[in-house]
């Protein structure tokens, strides 16, 4: 059974920064897709970005491009991380980790991802502006 659990958000002022961690357990194998999304009051979840565990590669919305990186620890490979950069108001949503496993790098993507077996409770990021 693999576990998601999220932390790192709060409040913050536009134009600030916040990380994300998601620890995930259950599964030790590379083959495993592992994502955040955000959904935000009123609106359908959004993938945000991906990475494949096996060889980090990633996949980003366009929203968010250029301003959130998702990696993976270096040595402690069940932490997942979300750094967000030049947040707006519009970056304001519950923030989820998800986990796939047994997952082909080709199907690490964020549509995919949607059908994630395993979700955490989620953590909120406001930012004021």
């Known amino acids: 059974q693999v576990q998601v659990v999220e932390s790192g958000g709060g409040s913050v002022q536009a134009g600030g920064s916040l990380r994300l961690s998601c620890i995930h357990s259950g599964y030790s194998y590379n083959t495993m897709c592992l994502a955040w999304f955000r959904q935000a009051p009123g609106k359908e979840r959004e993938g945000v970005a991906s990475?494949?565990?096996?060889?980090?590669?990633?996949?980003y919305a366009d929203s968010v491009k250029g301003r959130f990186t998702i990696s993976q620890h270096r040595s402690a490979v069940n932490t997942l991380y979300l750094q967000m950069n030049s947040l707006t108001s519009e970056d304001t949503a519950m923030y989820y980790c998800?986990?796939?496993?047994?997952?082909?790098?080709?199907?690490?993507?964020?549509?995919?991802?949607?059908?994630?077996?395993?979700w955490g409770q989620g953590t909120q990021v406001t930012v004021s502006s």
């Open positions: 998800a986990a796939a496993p047994e997952v082909t790098w080709s199907n690490c993507t964020l549509p995919v991802m949607t059908r994630a077996e395993y």
């Open positions: 990475i494949y565990r096996g060889d980090g590669t990633t996949h």
